[in-house]
């Protein structure tokens, strides 16, 4: 298995699974500059409103929550998330695709979480045909919702790579 070495921005991921690896010019990441309130047991889907980069118009500020595939291809999705929970506080997110495709999934949350900032990331890849989107969702447990804080861009992210 390949591991990554060097990395320098986009240009340093070298391979994954013992296969090179090059991230075409199709990549995105948005932020959202503002907390977002996310229900007790109840699906989430997070919106954006700041583009960190976009190089090939996968963002549309008219569909918030996406970013859309330009091309057919393999991307790499990673959703990252920032919040404190309480106690009792689960937090569960994932990125999925408009065709009902789970790319990747993350749970955290525990007493010994408490008071504490956690981050959470998932990442995976998925092959998208052109027009199909990946989002992100959350969704709290067991107590009466939680929110996802932001933090200097570091929270909550959607970023795509288009990966060759």
Partial sequence: MGSLTGLSGL?????????????????????????????NVTWTTLTFDTVIWDS??????????????PVDGYYLAIGQVLWNPTA??????????SDGVRVATRGIGSPSNAGLTCVQIAAGICYLST????YMRATSSPSAGATIGTSAKVSPILSMYKLL
């Fill in 131 to 134: 027009g199909i989107y990946v």
């Fill in 56 to 69: 090939a118009s996968i963002y549309d500020a008219g569909n918030p929550e996406r970013l859309t595939a």
């Fill in 88 to 97: 009792e506080e689960q937090l569960y997110m994932e990125v999925r695709t």
């Fill in 11 to 39: 240009a340093g991921l070298s391979s994954i699974m013992g296969s090179p690896v090059v991230i075409n010019a199709a990549t995105a990441s948005v932020f959202n500059s503002a907390d977002i309130s996310i229900s």
